[in-house]
């Protein structure tokens, strides 16, 4: 399903809102997210977990870094009753594992192209006259892995681009007193998800993992438009990185050992 069915945001994460019980919350600042569970409950109450390491930004509820779509294998989401190893205070649980390579070396290679003569006219554009604005949207990426010693260790790594070049409408309704504010802009934005990982089997028992994932987000004109000016924005530059290093032990038919280590996450944002 991950591969199929068509994400325009190529985030895993939206297949949340393909379930009961779930909405979009399109308050949050720079990045929409969906609420789970029960009544609609408020979505920094989710959990989201990546290869067994929690995966949430405290201050928003929102994913902390999101992984590239060709690095995830297996997604799961719980509207309720999440288990007691991701907290006790969870109303929706987001569960993502992501690939790893095996013996045979294969790859993938995606590339997504739209442009205005796609898109239709809004009405404030229809009000301010000037017809479709400039936009391009470019998403490029990447996806690899294979052996590094065979029945023993793995790599798999991924790349996804997304470069837009679109604009922002602003309509002073008193075009005669703002003219020089008073139109349609142009703005970018850019995205960029790096993937790692690398997988070794210590003994038929035991097995040891590290990955690296860093999502990196540009935005020249944050809340630009609608009565809000170019010099009323903001210029962001978000850099979202996590590493974790996991080992699995099958002690016996009945008794199973997992251990996670993460680095505290780090989440840098530059605004001007």
């Known amino acids: 399903q991950i591969d199929t069915l068509p994400m325009a945001d190529r985030q895993p994460a939206s297949l949340v809102l393909l379930l009961p019980g779930t909405n979009m919350d399109n308050t949050q600042v720079r990045r929409s997210q969906a609420n789970i569970g029960a009544g609609q409950i408020n979505n920094q109450m989710n959990a989201y977990f990546v290869d067994g390491a929690e995966n949430r930004s405290p201050n928003s509820g929102q994913q902390h870094a999101e992984m590239p779509q060709l690095a995830i294998r297996e997604f799961r989401v719980n509207i309720s009753q ?22 045979r070396m294969s790859g993938e290679v995606l590339e997504y192209l739209k442009d205005k003569s796609l898109n239709a006219i809004t009405r404030d554009q229809e009000l301010i006259g000037k017809g479709k604005p400039d936009y391009r949207r470019y998403q490029s990426g990447f996806g690899m892995g294979g052996p590094i010693v065979k029945d023993r260790a793995h790599f798999f790594g991924a790349v996804e681009i997304l470069k837009e070049k679109k604009s922002f409408t602003v309509n002073s ?100």
Not at 86 to 100: C, D, E, F, P
Not at 247 to 258: D, F, R, T
Request: charged content about 15%; some cysteine; hydrophobic content about 30%.
């Open 173 to 272: 309704s008193q075009p005669q007193f703002y003219g020089a504010l008073h139109g349609t802009f142009p703005t970018n934005y850019l995205r960029r998800k790096y993937f790692g990982r690398v997988d070794v089997q210590i003994d038929p028992s035991q097995s040891l993992f590290g990955r690296y994932g860093l999502d990196w987000e540009h935005i020249d004109c944050e809340s630009c438009g609608g009565t809000n000016a170019a010099f009323q924005g903001n210029y962001v530059q978000s850099p979202r990185d996590t590493m974790v290093t996991g080992h699995n032990w099958v002690i016996s038919a009945n008794k199973l050992n997992e251990l996670r280590v993460q680095l505290p996450a780090r989440l840098r944002s530059y605004t001007g």
């Open 82 to 103: 999440a288990s007691a190893e991701h907290g006790g205070n969870v109303a929706g649980l987001v569960s993502t594992i992501t690939k790893s390579g095996t013996n």
